[in-house]
């Protein structure tokens, strides 16, 4: 995937200051180019990452306080962005949001960088960490919100640990797109997924 073209940082007088978004734009850009051509993210330095994108090394630690905190900003911008939720229920919610991970699930398999810097990732613990904090948790919490007023809705058995559901509405997708790259992720699925779920949940009616 990639950003905005942003062209180098040229030497001799400036003509005035590059906009911020510009040179940020740059500099993940340079990151995505050397992970394209194969460069390991140990290998990955700042200074390496400055050549890159035509900017100084200051310009990066002004912006990002070390490469760790650069990457995870790197991966979130080669994401599809997070969905803008209906609100109109419940379920609706949780189809929005499930598609949006089957969308996700289609990217990491069509993008070499995604999955081999996911998978770089992992072996440094506190780059997963961030990424985690920063990319995985808030749509987690966004999940857990989702239900949670669905619970006090109506839409949903009070005694529903939304934890568990959680984990239990995003399974099949990360099943199929981690555990069996090779199954389907049809365009139906987290239709499919939601309501064979939510028939089993809903409150019983008097």
Same mark, same amino acid.
């Given at each position: 995937?990639?950003?905005?073209?942003?062209?180098?940082?040229?030497?001799?007088?400036?003509?005035?200051?590059?906009?911020?978004?510009? @040179?940020?734009?740059?500099?993940?850009?340079?990151?995505?180019?050397?992970?394209?051509?194969? @460069?390991?993210?140990?290998?990955? $330095?700042?200074?390496?990452?400055?050549?890159?994108?035509?900017?100084?090394?200051? /310009?990066?630690?002004?912006?990002?306080? &070390?490469?760790?905190?650069?990457? @995870?900003? #790197?991966?979130?911008?080669?994401?599809?962005? %997070?969905?803008?939720?209906?609100? /109109?229920?419940?379920?609706?919610d949780l189809v929005v949001l499930l598609e949006s991970l089957r969308r996700r699930g289609l990217a990491g398999r069509t993008s070499a960088i995604l999955?081999?810097?996911?998978?770089?990732?992992? $072996?440094? *613990?506190?780059?997963?960490?961030?990424?985690?904090? /920063? #990319?995985? =948790?808030?749509?987690?919490?966004?999940?857990?919100?989702?239900?949670?007023r669905g619970r006090e809705n109506g839409e949903l058995r009070a005694d529903v640990d939304i934890e568990l559901l959680n984990d239990i509405v995003v399974?099949? @997708?990360? #099943?199929?797109? #981690?555990?069996?790259?090779?199954?389907? =992720?049809?365009?139906?699925?987290?239709?499919?997924?939601? %309501? /064979?779920?939510?028939? &089993?949940?809903? *409150?019983?009616?008097?």
């Open positions: 995937m990639s950003l905005a073209d942003t062209g180098p940082r040229q030497d001799g007088p400036a003509r005035g200051r590059p906009r911020s978004e510009a @040179v940020e734009r740059a500099i993940i850009e340079g990151v995505m180019k050397l992970l394209e051509d194969g @460069v390991p993210l140990a290998e990955l $330095s700042i200074e390496r990452i400055a050549r890159t994108a035509g900017v100084g090394k200051a /310009t990066i630690y002004r912006r990002w306080s &070390g490469k760790e905190q650069l990457l @995870v900003d #790197v991966m979130r911008a080669a994401e599809p962005p %997070d969905p803008d939720l209906p609100g /109109t229920s419940m379920r609706d999955h081999h810097v996911r998978a770089q990732m992992k $072996s440094s *613990p506190n780059l997963w960490a961030a990424y985690h904090d /920063t #990319v995985i =948790l808030p749509r987690r919490l966004l999940g857990l919100e989702v239900l949670r399974g099949p @997708v990360l #099943v199929r797109t #981690v555990l069996r790259p090779d199954s389907d =992720l049809p365009d139906d699925l987290a239709e499919q997924v939601v %309501d /064979t779920l939510l028939q &089993g949940l809903r *409150p019983v009616s008097g």
